[in-house]
């Protein structure tokens, strides 16, 4: 680089001389200038190609940058569609998942309201048989008091008839006695008004006796008929494992009832992996969980019970 003070001012003082010297002095100005301005123009070259170098070398560090920034992002987005993708499998399980569930509760829902009709069913049915039990106890009431009232009326015929037969035998007596004493028996009389009236409420008395037995036979035969059909609705309803009345009867999904107890107890007892039906030995999945109180079932044990 140049000086800070030029050729021409470090020779001021030679202006003063000859102009030979003032000629030597301005040309060695000039040279100096020109030294100077060589020098500038070298070093600014000089600068010029340092500075074309760091922006060359910028220029490669950017692109590299830019690439890497490329790469990144390409990165980032390879990330961000395996991301949406696990997001989408995702979406989809879940909605399979609430699909699923969605129809177990509408199985749930539908179950408990066939539990309910069938439980609304089970108390009309015993109603009905609570109805039906109170009509045969107070025929059978009835029944009874008419018994009685004919057994009295049977006791005083009775003992209207001994009286009779008595009288009858004291008639024979005195009859053999007169026939062994030689003398003609009493002529035949006829029957008296109350022997009349005797004899035909006696008779009155037997039909209406007749009529009761028969009506107490088809009672009994009624009572007989429908304690079998309570036995055997009462075998109908019983646990196949206990053999007793279920208590909190639950179903298994094949259809078979048990004591909840008794089913609970026969599968902690088998020890085995798998729930099996004790009935027919087909696994049933899930154990107690998958078992449904059976309501009406429920509802008939108690009205046989209540009989």
């Known amino acids: ?72 992002a390409e990165a980032e987005r390879l990330a961000a569609a395996e991301g949406l993708e696990a997001a989408r499998a995702e979406v989809a399980r879940m909605k399979a998942g609430g699909a699923a569930a969605a129809r177990k509760i509408v199985r749930e829902v539908k179950g408990a309201a066939d539990a309910r009709r069938a439980a609304e069913e089970a108390r009309t049915a015993q109603a009905a048989a609570e109805r039906e039990t109170r009509g045969w106890r107070d025929a059978a009431t009835r029944d009874k008091n008419r018994a009685d009232f004919f057994a009295g009326r049977v006791c005083g015929a009775v003992a209207d008839r001994d009286a009779a037969c008595k009288r009858a035998a004291a008639l024979e007596a005195e009859n053999g006695t007169l026939r062994s004493a030689g003398g003609a028996p009493p002529a035949a009389r006829a029957p008296s008004a109350a022997e009349a009236r005797f004899e035909t409420a006696w008779r009155e008395m037997q039909g209406r006796l007749d009529a009761q037995a028969a009506v107490a036979a088809e009672m009994r035969a009624a009572a007989a008929a429908r304690g079998r059909e309570v036995r055997a609705l009462a075998e109908a309803v019983a646990c196949p494992i206990c053999f007793g009345p279920m208590r909190v009867p639950v179903t298994v999904p094949e259809g078979h009832s048990y004591c909840r107890k008794c089913l609970a107890d026969a599968w902690a007892a088998d020890g085995e992996s798998e729930t099996r039906n004790p009935l027919t030995g087909s696994v049933v999945p899930g154990g107690m969980d998958s078992t449904v109180r059976n309501i009406a079932l429920e509802g008939v044990v108690d009205a046989l019970e209540a009989l």
């Open 1 to 72: 680089m140049a000086s800070s003070t030029s050729p021409v001012a470090r020779t001021a003082d030679a202006f003063s001389g000859p102009p030979e010297r003032e000629l030597a002095a301005v040309r060695a100005a000039a040279e100096g200038e020109r030294l100077a301005a060589a020098e500038d123009l070298e070093a600014a070259r000089a600068e010029a190609a340092q500075a074309k170098k760091g922006g060359a070398a910028a220029a490669r560090k950017s692109g590299r940058e830019l690439a890497a920034v490329r790469a990144a």
